[in-house]
Nanobody
Framework: VQLQAYGGGLVQAGGSLRLSCAASGRTFSGYAIGWFRQAPGKEREFVAA????????YYADSVKGRFTISRDNAKYTVYLQMDSLTAEDTAVYYC?????????????????WGKGTLVTVSS
């Protein structure tokens, strides 16, 4: 049972980046997936979540309109498209699997965490 986030890197402010969260088949089936991030010296915070069907999504206010979460269940992968990046988006990004997207958005019902990927936005 493993989740792995990847796709991080260095990007200039105003640029875009797409993160991917790859999961083992058993982890992915039936689970909602969420993205969290942790900036240096700060607590981990919720970013976005998506239901198993993909029909329900939740976003933190700080990323609404700039980030888009999506999933491809056939590929056992969830994506986080990040546009209009700012220095405040610099953080290690983690994906997590849980019961529902709504629960994940409130830091509840999380069963699995993946290893993070670092996103650095230069201003």
């Amino acid at each position: 049972v493993q989740l792995q986030a990847y796709g991080g890197g260095l990007v200039q402010a105003g640029g875009s980046l797409r993160l991917s969260c790859a999961a083992s088949g058993r982890t992915f089936s039936g689970y909602a997936i969420g993205w969290f991030r942790q900036a240096p010296g700060k607590e981990r915070e919720f970013v976005a979540a998506i239901s198993w069907s993909g029909l329900s999504t939740y976003y933190a206010d700080s990323v609404k309109g700039r980030f888009t979460i999506s999933r491809d269940n056939a590929k056992y992968t969830v994506y986080l498209q990040m546009d209009s990046l700012t220095a405040e988006d610099t953080a290690v990004y983690y994906c997590a699997a849980g019961t529902t997207a709504q629960a994940i958005s409130t830091y509840q019902g999380i069963d699995y965490w993946g290893k993070g990927t670092l996103v650095t936005v230069s201003s």
